[in-house]
């Protein structure tokens, strides 16, 4: 059985409020990975791709992804990680943002994020959304980055 303690969840996020939020409500589902958060993109895929204690050369991670970033467009670090031929091609994305736009819904599916989650503007339906990812974290099986 694996242990969940060693995926970690990378978050990218630009609003200090909401990752707050997400880190509380992960929390308190019982989720006691390790989350890095980071702010911006490029800050975000050095450390996937290139930080010795990152994903890409240590492996498992789970990426919360907001897709309006301030330095880059979070599809793009969403088609990055799952490029092929990337380390982190089948490393899972959630995708949480604002927008809920079916072009954008669409576009992040077919550049291969595994979750898409529009944040509502309503606290407890952002915080009772965030518990069930809590949940999917606790049982989903992440498979090994491969070397």
Not at 115 to 135: C, D, H, M, S, W
């Amino acid at each position: 059985m694996n242990d969940h303690r060693s995926v970690g969840i990378v978050m990218i996020e630009d609003d200090e409020g909401h990752a707050r939020l997400i880190e509380k409500n992960i929390r308190r589902a019982g989720i006691l990975n390790d989350i890095r958060h980071f702010t911006d993109g490029t800050t975000a895929l050095d450390y996937l791709f290139h930080a010795p204690d990152g994903p890409a050369k240590s492996g498992p991670a789970m990426v919360l992804l907001d897709l309006n970033l301030p330095d880059m467009s979070g599809t793009d670090i969403l088609a990055r990680i799952k490029k092929e031929g990337s380390p982190l091609k089948r490393a899972p994305v959630v995708v949480l943002t604002t927008t809920d736009d079916k072009v954008e819904i669409q576009r992040c599916y077919d550049l291969g994020c595994n979750v898409y989650i529009t944040k509502p503007v309503n606290y407890e339906n952002f915080a009772q959304a965030i518990r069930q990812l809590g949940l999917f974290l606790s049982v989903i099986q992440v498979p090994e980055v491969e070397g």
